[in-house]
């Protein structure tokens, strides 16, 4: 699709509960519908969108969201700051799992969390025919890749790290590299809460020369302690030495575990800076907004 330059990358879509299926102990897929899918942004990798909840009675506070100025003007994000706290829906970023615009269907992974906040809870608890507005990529944009992060350039070897909300975006760039016949090696390496979780990864679609480890916390109490284990590992051995000057790392997860990861990476592999991209996902504690 030709995208043009004046329309905005996102969009709001109004979307309902279409499907539902628990994946494991810590995840479930949430297939959305939507009439208006037929304009979503396909561009994949780790594409964010925002979702935004329903308040109390399926409210929604924002009376101009939908209006044809406010969506042509991109302006929601403006619209919803300047709303009272009992009118702003609340809002949370994720990664669009899948996305077929002939089906008009996106599907969202969720992670089922210990202390849920809105987005959380409404996973838990939704059914078919729910609500929400997904803020999502217009394929009718120039700009509908935003929001996407993987950029891996012309790098030949992949480095991929994360906790369990990192899953989603890294399954769907490995759907995409796998798809586009990308020639390249890499590593995956993720933590999960539980071993359900990890096996459900096994299955993950790859290119050919990737190895993918899934390590469950079950008996390790701290957050990201296997994954620094790992990495220390592949360095001490020098698996990732012979590589680094075509390396490309992409990190995921919660902040300060996403944030000790690339310390080691450019401390003790001594990789450059730029050769990283690191999102904290989440941060321990705080909500989202
Ligand atoms: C670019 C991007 C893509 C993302 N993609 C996904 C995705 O595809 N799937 C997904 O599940 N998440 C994803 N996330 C993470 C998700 O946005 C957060 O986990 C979000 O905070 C969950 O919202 P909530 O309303 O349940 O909790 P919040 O109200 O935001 O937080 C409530 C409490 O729960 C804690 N908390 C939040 N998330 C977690 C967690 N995962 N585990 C343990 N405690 C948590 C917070 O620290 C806080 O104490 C993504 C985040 C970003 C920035």
């Given at each position: 699709?030709?995208?043009?330059?004046?329309?905005?990358?996102?969009?709001p879509?109004?979307?309902?509960?279409?499907?539902?299926?628990?994946?494991?102990s810590?995840?479930?897929?949430?297939?959305?519908?939507?009439?208006?899918?037929?304009?979503?942004?396909?561009?994949?990798?780790?594409?964010?969108?925002?979702?935004?909840?329903?308040?109390?009675?399926?409210?929604?506070?924002?009376?101009?969201?939908?209006?044809p100025?406010?969506?042509?003007?991109?302006?929601?994000?403006?619209?919803?700051?300047?709303?009272?706290?009992?009118?702003?829906?609340?809002?949370?970023?994720?990664?669009?799992?899948?996305?077929?615009?002939?089906?008009?269907?996106?599907?969202?992974?969720?992670?089922?969390?210990?202390?849920?906040?809105?987005?959380?809870?409404?996973?838990?608890?939704?059914?078919?025919?729910?609500?929400?507005?997904?803020?999502?990529?217009?394929?009718?944009?120039?700009?509908?890749?935003?929001?996407?992060d993987?950029?891996?350039?012309?790098?030949?070897?992949?480095?991929?790290?994360?906790?369990?909300?990192?899953?989603?975006?890294?399954?769907?760039?490995?759907?995409?590299?796998?798809?586009t016949?990308?020639?390249?090696?890499?590593?995956?390496?993720?933590?999960?809460p539980?071993?359900?979780?990890?096996?459900?990864?096994?299955?993950?679609?790859?290119?050919?020369?990737f190895?993918?480890?899934?390590?469950?916390?079950?008996?390790?109490?701290?957050?990201?302690?296997?994954?620094?284990?790992?990495?220390?590992a592949?360095?001490?051995?020098?698996?990732?030495?012979?590589?680094?000057?075509?390396?490309?790392?992409?990190?995921?997860?919660?902040?300060?575990?996403?944030?000790?990861?690339?310390?080691?990476?450019?401390?003790?592999?001594?990789?450059?800076?730029?050769?990283?991209?690191?999102?904290?996902?989440?941060?321990?504690?705080?909500?989202?907004?």
């Amino acid at each position: 699709m030709t995208g043009t330059l004046d329309i905005p990358g996102f969009r709001p879509y109004h979307a309902k509960v279409v499907g539902k299926t628990v994946l494991s102990s810590s995840f479930v897929r949430i297939y959305f519908g939507s009439d208006e899918f037929y304009r979503l942004g396909t561009d994949g990798f780790d594409q964010r969108i925002k979702i935004l909840l329903p308040l109390s009675g399926e409210r929604w506070g924002d009376p101009h969201l939908f209006d044809p100025e406010s969506i042509a003007k991109g302006l929601w994000y403006q619209q919803w700051k300047a709303l009272d706290n009992a009118n702003r829906n609340p809002v949370r970023t994720y990664t669009i799992r899948s996305a077929n615009p002939r089906q008009r269907l996106l599907s969202v992974d969720f992670v089922l969390h210990e202390h849920p906040g809105p987005a959380g809870l409404f996973a838990q608890q939704c059914c078919i025919g729910d609500n929400v507005v997904i803020i999502g990529p217009d394929a009718f944009s120039r700009h509908s890749a935003l929001g996407i992060d993987f950029l891996p350039g012309t790098a030949h070897h992949l480095l991929l790290m994360g906790d369990e909300t990192a899953v989603p975006a890294i399954a769907a760039s490995m759907e995409c590299l796998k798809r586009t016949r990308w020639k390249g090696s890499g590593n995956v390496i993720i933590e999960v809460p539980r071993a359900d979780d990890a096996s459900l990864l096994c299955s993950m679609v790859t290119p050919r020369r990737f190895h993918v480890a899934a390590l469950d916390r079950e008996h390790h109490e701290e957050r990201g302690s296997q994954l620094r284990i790992r990495l220390r590992a592949l360095i001490e051995k020098g698996k990732l030495s012979e590589t680094r000057d075509d390396l490309y790392v992409w990190l995921a997860g919660e902040s300060s575990v996403v944030r000790s990861l690339r310390r080691l990476l450019v401390t003790d592999l001594g990789l450059s800076r730029e050769r990283i991209v690191f999102t904290g996902y989440w941060r321990q504690g705080t909500e989202e907004m």
